[in-house]
């Protein structure tokens, strides 16, 4: 029955691939940082792998915003629309979630912006505003060329969707097109962002000194607020001294500069994705790869026979079968508990696993949240150095942040060894992120071009 308690140190040896050490750590914050400039400079912009596009906002929310608004939070495999009425001090929100079909996150751009508008309707019809004229914000989370606050050209697919149509096409247009077609409904897009950036703005609105937006979730990415003379592409109104730059660090590493200390497994991963070489930094870290990363180590180790005897399950062996949320609930357990952990591997057909088994799996979990929390630390810490600010608060929002049990924790301490000293920090949890925050930059848009009736 299962395998022999000494076996643990043997795994845990071949789970050193997963530590980064303090050299590695200062290592990766030296390539993020040279590619963060690389990406905000206007000669190595267009081979840059760190983009850092401009977000065209450059105001953050200052809690005088008023009225209704609209927003609509694309970012995984459902979206979100949300109305909100921001009055003196207070907001009230009503959302509704609509799942996106597979069909439809692999069919064409014009089906997924149909699918779109049709709930967008439907959602007025059922708040009683079907016949306003209403501003929308409209979160669009994947890697968006933005050339005004209301235009953003898609960059690239990422977490599983490959629409066909609408890489290298305006988004905003493909919406506006769509609720054209139906002819229903008057809907004014004010503004198109990315979910880190709706997250900084949602925070910001109640906290002054939140300026980093940070999504650990399905995918991991960040903004920030930088100054805008260090914005080499700006081309907007001129005048106003911070910009908000959206990282989209998922693609750091994509030119190999993590190879050093990827794995076997994070080779896998990728090999195995529907975007091969890209992401490369998202992939260690989020949501959508982190069970899978965790699924490979422990298939590795039942064929050297180090774990369940040497005998797996069928569902063991199955891509994408051992889900992230399980790394979550594994962790959960009180040490020497293992209740969530034999919940997690009767699941998987594992019942026959032993304890030493389950202290086995319990341990790949904390390597690889561990080195997920490192890795956003690293770059978190970069952020925070570039800035020089003496206080900066990081908004943050994403699964893997919200429900990991030790993730902030780690995290905190993390941070705190990589920033200069007199550099001070605070993590806050995002309430309702992006749906808020794109409703936000809508608020703050028209706060600008028009006074709200």
């Given amino acids: ?26 290592e990766i914050m030296s390539r993020l940082h040279t590619d963060l400039l690389k990406g905000l400079g206007k000669d190595t912009h ?6 850092c596009w401009i977000t065209y ?6 809690g005088k915003e008023r009225g209704k608004f609209l927003a609509l939070d694309l970012g995984g495999t459902n979206f979100r629309v949300l109305i909100i009425n921001l009055g003196e001090n207070h907001f009230d929100m009503q959302s509704k979630i609509y799942a996106i079909p597979n069909h439809i996150m692999t069919g064409t751009g014009v089906a997924l912006f149909d699918h779109i508008a049709e709930c967008l309707a439907n959602f007025m019809k059922e708040h009683n505003v079907y016949e306003e004229r209403l501003a929308l914000g409209f979160t669009f989370s994947f890697p968006l060329k933005q050339l005004g606050l209301t235009k953003g050209i898609l960059q690239r697919w990422t977490k599983g969707f490959s629409c066909s149509g609408v890489v290298g096409e305006d988004v905003v247009q493909g919406l506006k097109d769509a609720i054209a077609r139906r002819g229903d409904v008057q809907i004014d897009i004010c503004a198109i962002l990315n979910d880190t950036t709706g997250t900084l703005m949602s925070c910001a609105w109640k906290n002054h000194n939140c300026k980093i937006g940070l999504i650990v979730g399905t995918g991991s990415n960040a903004c920030y607020v930088e100054k805008t003379e260090n914005c080499e592409l700006f081309d907007g109104e001129p005048g106003k001294s911070d910009l908000l ?17 990827r794995t076997e497994f994070d080779r896998e991963v990728d090999a195995n994705s529907i975007n091969p070489g890209k992401q490369i930094q998202e992939k260690m870290i989020s949501g959508m790869y982190m069970g899978e990363l965790v699924r490979l180590a422990l298939v590795k180790f039942t064929r050297m026979g180090l774990l369940f005897g040497g005998h797996g399950s069928d569902l063991l062996f199955e891509r994408g079968s051992f889900y992230t949320k399980y790394v979550s609930e594994i962790e959960s357990d009180k040490l020497g508990d293992f209740t969530s952990c034999m919940e997690v591997l009767e699941e998987l057909g594992l019942s026959h696993a032993s304890e030493a088994d ?10 690889v949240s561990r080195r997920a929390a490192h890795l956003v630390s ?3 810490a970069t952020l925070l150095n570039k800035m020089a600010e003496p206080r900066v608060t990081v908004g943050i929002d994403g699964s893997v942040y919200r429900f990991h049990p030790h993730f902030h924790a780690l995290m905190c301490e993390k941070i705190a060894q990589l920033v200069q000293p007199g550099l001070n920090f605070d993590l806050m949890l995002s309430e309702d992120g992006s749906g808020r925050g794109a409703a936000l930059v809508a608020a703050v848009a028209c706060r600008q071009s028009q006074p709200v009736a």
């Fill in 378 to 380: 690293a770059g978190i």
């Fill in 46 to 51: 267009a081979t840059a792998i760190v983009k």
């Fill in 358 to 367: 389950m202290a086995a799996v319990r341990h790949v979990c904390e390597c």
């Fill in 57 to 62: 906002i450059q105001d953050l929310p200052n």
């Fill in 1 to 26: 029955m299962g395998m022999a308690v000494n076996d643990l140190p043997r795994i845990r040896e071949e789970c050193e691939v997963f530590h980064l050490t303090d050299k590695q750590i200062r």
């Fill in 245 to 261: 730059i959206n990282t989209e660090w998922g693609a750091f590493g994509d030119d190999g500069s993590l190879d050093f200390v």
